[in-house]
Every structure is written in C-alpha cells, then in structure tokens.
C-alpha cells in the first residue's frame, strides 16, 4: 500500500494542474465566455429568457484532474417558478428526470419553453432556444474572439449531451478549452414533489446542510419531455471542508486516466456518487482530514470496488435509480473491480467496518434483489479480505411490502440456493442473520413509510367502565402488518403516558386524568391548537386505543391517520 507521502507525491505529480497554465486559461475563457454570451443575448428568444451563468463540474467542484480545461457552465433560464409545478412520473425507469407541468401557459416566457399542443416545459424548446442564439453568435463573430491585447480565439460548436464550445487560442499552444453549455431552470426545493423533498431534507438534516435550490436540466438527447432534478449545490456542501475526500476523489480519477482502458468506462460521476455514499456513512469533517488521505483514498477504492461487483451503485437522492447500470457491457465491470482488488494493498483497520448494501425492492424486483445479493456473495469474485467484518443488507420495500413475508421469502431462498441448514439462519420479526462461505450477514427489509396521524382528528373520551384489562386497539382502515405494528407502537407510548399521568397523580380524578391526558397527545403530535367539544363519533374514526386504567376504567383516544411512502 502506499504511504501518506507517497499519495501526496503522486498527487502533486498527476493531479494538481500547472498553475501558470490554469492562470492563462482563466485569462482566455471568462473574456470568451463573456463575449459569447453577450452577443447570445441578442437573440429575442434566448435574451429573454436568459438570467446568469450558474458554474458546476469537476473544475468548480475543485474536482479537475490535471492540466483538463473542461467548463460546465449551467445557462439559468428565468421562467417564473409560479407557472409550473413538478411531478414524478410512475413506472419512469429515469426517475430523476421529472415533467415540468405547466399551469400558466400565457405567460410569454413560459411559452417560448413549450411545445405547440403541449402541457409541459420541453428540454427540446430549451436547447433549441440556447443553440439557435449561440449558431447566431458565433456567426456573427465570424467564430473569432478577439481579447484584449488582440490576442485571437478561434470558437467552434460541437453537440452531445450538452452544447460544447470549443475555444482554440491561436499564439497558446497545443491545447484548447472546453465550455459545456446547458438550459436549465432554478427552483426552491420547496417545489419538489414530497416523497423527493423529504428524502432530501433526510439527506441535508444528518450533512447539516441547508440549501434551498435545485437545478431542472434539460437533456433531450436522454429525456424529451422532462427534465433531470439536480443538486450540484447540495453535494458541493456536502463535500465542503472534507480535504481528504476531494484528494482521494482526484487521485482515483487520475489512476482510472493513467490505466485506461475498461476503466475509462468508470464516469467520473460514478466515482463522485461512491464518494457521497462514504460521506453519508461519516458526515463529521474531522473524518476527512488531509492527515487520514490513506484509508479514506482506500476505502473509496474499495467503495467501488463493491459497487462494480455488486453491480449496485443508488444515487443518495433518487434511491431507485442504480448508476451502474450505465456501464453495459458486464465484462467492464468484472474487469475493474478485478483490477482494483488486485491492486488494493493489505486493508487498514478501518476497512474492517460491516460493507452496508442498500438495496431498493419493490415486489417485482424481489427475485432481481436476490440475484444482486448472490452475485456479490456466492460467486467467487468479492476479495472475502474486504468482507471479514459482515455485511447488512438494508432493503427498502414498497409500503405494500410485508416484513414477514420477506423474511420467510428470503430464507426459502437461501435453503433452495445455498447449503445453509434451517438451523443456522437467525430469525428476529424485523431481520435475519446467517453466514455464507464465512462472511456474516444480515438482512434488514424496512418499509419506507410513515403513519401520521391527522392532527384535528383526536377524539378523547371521558373514564368509562371497562372490565378489559389490556390495552388494545380497534382498526377500521385496511392496514399491512408493518403499519399495524406502527399502531401498536403508538398505544404503547399513549399508554405508557396514562400509566404515568397516574403514578405522578394518584387521587386524579377521571377528568383531571383525561385533561393531563390530552397534554400527552399535545405533545406527540406536536398540537398547538386549542381542544373543542365534538359530536363526531369513536366508530367513524380510523383507528381507537383502549388504554385501561386502574380500577375497571378505561381512557378511549381515536383518530384519523394518512400513510406517507418514502420511496
């Protein structure tokens, strides 16, 4: 393995640019870029809808490798956020791109970025618009800038994914400068569906983040008709103040550069969502520091390592969507995995940590999780030196999904594929554990939901004779058994709350109780609001707890409930 001065070495070797070089290019691509876009402006279509420049990419990110001079460069089109609302698409396999929805459609910006006929903002619209200004403009110029100094840049056009510029100074040398030009949109956060919002206020929660903007890109050479949610901000945050992780990111970029090859496959952005993935396992920025460049460079080679042989990589904001997938021919991935096991030195103590697999199971994918899983840990491929400390596999269901019946689902499977015996597969309600080919593992499905109760939907009743001595629930809503259970968790709080409403008060009577009663629920659900009588009846409501309490009483609450799927 290599030493802390070695990594630092090949870092100021193969990664830090020449800086008398990236100093000359600055000089030559904001006067270009400024010129471009200002001579863009004078088409009716794109000057109108043309607010700034946003900058992203490895350059911004301080993510480039080397003496590469590519520019990503977002062109912010202000379309007024109140004309348009965002929504998921069911059954999309690219579930980060989203449709745009129109609801004002007289607005004149808004119909500059739709299609005659249409009800939605069209990346198609939005890169014409911006190609058609920048052909205008580079005609104009007779594609030649002249700087100041009279020094002369030829420009060309190039098309892919984005609209490249390609700027070419004439008296600088062999090389040129790349600008990545793309129409998007700038929105709140707060416009996103709510599945997507939550999962994203979970991931700026535990990074301690708080940005409030996202990205709406428009790739018509990928999706037509919507367009892809991103979060350059959010992950430029997320990466913040972490020098050990930016190192080790770029190191692996240049060794992929250096050897080529099946590893050329391996995107950059692959290698940044690995990165994520770790950040969100150790958020703290004492964990990154430049001092620990030696495990967290080899514990990002590892992550990706796993990945490859997994043929499992989510993205941290659209859990359903594997990024490996965008390698398609197999052989690439087994190749680079292989690689990177055999050039991997002997593992640092850190690397024993558990490897922690998310996978995300809807009810058709669940033989397909089977084959992931088995891929990764039946074959003969994973370096078993990387597993020595287990796995979990940590499934995500659809809310129709039950535990149990995935458990048992998973234990025929193991019985049926494996020469594991009954005996030596450990079964908890929520979780199972066994052993193959002496790798511990554990499987843990959770149902990504959550069960929130209406806040103005309470109903408590005064102390009624009860002869049943068990607090119990009566539910009138079809429910799975996982969400049930959740019922069952809220009447043990509630009657735990009693139990000590009545050990703190002991000559309580039944209405001082039923008062101190409603303070619990108050606190629970987080009510501000004031108690008023009500003619609505226990057996109309979603679900009632009996709470018992002492002598032959009982306290009744009931309520109206919603379920909310995280997924």
């Known amino acids: 393995m290599e030493t802390a001065s070695d990594l630092k070495e090949r870092f100021n070797d193969t990664v830090v640019p020449d800086r008398e070089r990236e100093k000359i290019v600055n000089s030559i691509m904001h006067p270009c870029r400024e010129i471009i876009t200002n001579e863009m402006k004078k088409d009716e279509a794109f000057g109108t809808l043309f607010q700034e420049i946003h900058f992203s990419g490895s350059y911004f990110d301080k993510l480039a490798v080397g003496n590469q001079y590519d520019f990503d460069l977002n062109m912010i089109f202000n379309v007024p956020e109140n004309a ?10 690219d579930v980060n791109f989203l449709k745009f929805k129109v609801l004002e459609n007289n607005d004149p910006k808004v119909k500059l970025v739709m299609e005659d006929g249409e009800d939605h903002i069209s990346s198609v619209k939005m890169r014409e618009i911006l190609k058609t200004a920048l052909d205008r403009a580079l005609t104009r110029l007779q594609n030649k800038v002249t700087l100041e100094g009279g020094e002369k840049v030829l420009v060309t056009r190039t098309e892919g994914l984005a609209v490249t510029v390609c700027l070419k100074p004439v008296n600088e040398g062999d090389y040129s400068i790349d600008l990545d030009l793309v129409a998007v949109l700038r929105f709140p956060i707060t416009k996103l569906p709510s599945t997507l919002r939550q999962h994203l206020s979970r991931i700026q929660g535990r990074l301690n983040t708080s940005v409030d903007e996202c990205l709406g890109v428009a790739l018509p050479l990928v999706q037509e008709e919507r367009l892809e949610v991103d979060f350059p901000q959010v992950t430029r945050d997320m990466m913040s103040n972490k020098p050990a992780l930016k190192m080790a990111i770029r190191l692996l970029k240049a060794e992929r550069n250096d050897i080529g090859g099946p590893f050329k496959k391996v995107k950059s952005f692959m290698i940044k969502m690995v990165a994520l993935h770790c950040v969100m396992d150790k958020p703290e920025p004492e964990f990154w520091e430049e001092k620990y460049l030696v495990d967290r460079y080899q514990e990002l080679r590892n992550r990706l390592q796993q990945s490859l042989e997994t043929d499992m990589l989510t993205d941290i904001f659209f859990p359903s969507l594997n990024i490996m ?16 096991d055999k050039s991997l030195g002997p593992p640092t103590a850190k690397q024993q940590d558990p490897i922690i697999q998310f996978l995300s199971c809807s009810p058709e994918q669940v033989t397909r999780c089977h084959n992931i899983v088995f891929r990764l840990l039946h074959s003969c491929t994973p370096p078993r030196r990387t597993m020595k400390a287990g796995m979990f596999l940590v499934m995500f269901l659809d809310k129709d999904m039950d535990v149990e019946d995935i458990l048992n689902m998973w234990i025929n499977v193991l019985l049926n594929n494996t020469r594991i015996k009954n005996s030596a597969i450990e079964k908890s309600p929520t979780s199972l554990k066994f052993n193959i080919d002496g790798v511990p593992i554990g499987l843990i499905p959770i149902v990504l939901f959550s069960l929130v109760p209406r806040k103005h939907s309470f109903l408590v009743s005064a102390p009624h004779e009860n002869t049943n001595s068990s607090p119990n629930l009566e539910v ?39 008062e101190k009663f409603i303070k619990v629920i108050d606190e629970v659900i987080e009510n501000t609001g004031s108690w008023v009588s009500s003619t609505e009846k226990h057996e109309d409501k979603d679900v009632t707890l009996n709470i018992p309490l002492k002598g032959n009483n009982s306290m009744q609450t009931s309520f109206d409930f919603d379920i909310v799927q995280y997924m």
Do not use: C, F
């Open 325 to 340: 997938n965008r390698i398609k021919v197999p052989q690439v991935k087994s190749d680079v995995a292989r690689y990177l």
């Open 476 to 514: 009138r809503k079809n429910v799975t058994k996982e969400q049930r259970r959740v019922l069952e968790a809220t009447l043990r709080l509630y009657t735990g709350g009693i139990e000590r409403i009545e050990a703190e008060n002991p000559g309580a009577t039944g209405t001082d109780v039923k």
């Open 84 to 93: 348009y609302e965002i929504i998921e698409v069911p059954e999309a396999e």
